[in-house]
């Protein structure tokens, strides 16, 4: 009777066997696709399925220019570091130089008052002159 008026109704042990069996299986697929996985590595992407936009897109290109980049940052920095070396260099030197500075400029004050001494002397004398001769 039951065979032709519909479906069979299960007993509740053969339905809590059968469900019991089904996290089983699950679990047993779940460790088989982890270790595929695994071995195979990362999924190859085929281009001409890509969206126009990443298709498009030249990496070429792109890794030559961050290679000009760096090689022009490269000459940047070696010119700053020579630019910073030069002012360096500059400052000691200036710092050398500046009591010679001092000392020359000393020197030339004083030649330059001797001078102005003997040239007011000389005028001095030619003012008396005529005054003797007179």
């Not at 890509?50 to 220019?65: D, G, S």
């Not at 290679?67 to 500059?90: R, S, T």
């Not at 500046?98 to 005028?123: D, H, V, W, Y």
Request: charged share 25%; glycine share 2%.
């Amino acid at each position: 009777m039951n065979d032709s008026k519909g479906p069979k109704i299960m007993s509740s042990h053969s339905f809590n066997s059968i469900k019991n069996e089904e996290p089983k299986k699950a679990e047993v697929i779940d460790e088989q696709s982890l270790q595929t996985t695994q071995k195979r590595g990362q999924p190859k992407i085929n281009i001409s399925r890509l969206p126009p936009a990443f298709a498009n897109k030249k990496p070429q290109k792109k890794q030559i220019e961050p290679l000009a980049q760096k090689k022009e940052q490269k000459q940047q920095v070696q010119q700053n570091l020579q630019n910073i070396e030069a002012i360096q260099e500059y400052k000691q030197v200036s710092q050398m130089l500046s009591p010679l500075k001092a000392l020359i400029i000393n020197q030339t004050l004083a030649r330059t008052q001797l001078a102005i001494q003997e040239s007011i002397s000389t005028i001095s004398l030619v003012h008396e002159r005529p005054k003797e001769n007179t």
